[in-house]
């Protein structure tokens, strides 16, 4: 019985995609532990921290941007309110992820301020999403949105609108 060379190259191909499939997996799995490390009452929303990561990404974009420009007075207060931005991402993600393992007792009441608190959260980072916005449409100049558009406006749209910004920005850098 002879070996082939194309079925033992073709078997190397599947071993590794294998194992990039495995990779990835593990990948996942390491993440989900590490996040629910801290918060045993309740699962985590992935989603919620990718929309955190955007976030802390266009905020670093805002001040390579803002780097790229003379200083002047306005651009000052610019790298103030990025600062206080990157800061309160990271605040919101340490509230996120942290529970008292007390609110299990409460029981639905527990609950309900688990829900209270991710909607508080939900509104900080919509009011950080619309400070992001217009930080890009100043260093764009583009014009601002309106407070009627800003009210309607949902986080998901912020962070579309604010990636494409965010590329914008890159082009110009």
């Given amino acids: 019985m002879r070996i082939q060379p194309g079925i033992i190259f073709r ?12 990779s990835i997996l593990v990948k996942r799995v390491n993440r989900y532990v590490l996040l629910h490390k801290e918060s045993i009452i309740h699962e985590l929303d992935t989603s919620f921290f990718d929309t955190i990561k955007t976030m802390q990404r266009h ?13 002047g007075f306005e651009d000052m207060a610019s790298k103030r309110t990025i600062k206080a931005i990157q800061q309160q991402l990271e ?3 340490q509230k996120y992820i942290h529970n008292p393992a007390g609110l299990a007792l409460l029981g639905p ?20 999403a619309a400070t ?9 100049h583009k014009p601002q949105l309106t407070e009627e558009r800003k009210k309607d406006m949902a986080i998901e ?5 604010n ?3 965010a590329k914008e920005i890159q082009r110009l850098l």
């Fill in 11 to 22: 078997d190397f191909i599947i071993f590794i995609g294998l194992l990039f499939l495995l």
């Fill in 59 to 71: 905020a670093g974009i805002a001040y390579k941007a803002l780097h790229l420009h003379t200083l």
């Fill in 91 to 93: 605040d919101i993600e």
């Fill in 109 to 128: 009441f527990g609950t309900a301020s688990i829900v209270l608190k991710e909607k508080q959260l939900n509104e900080q980072m919509l009011t950080i």
């Fill in 132 to 140: 992001i916005n217009n930080l890009f449409s100043t260093f764009l």
């Fill in 157 to 161: 749209q912020y962070i579309q609108l």
């Fill in 163 to 165: 990636s494409d910004y």
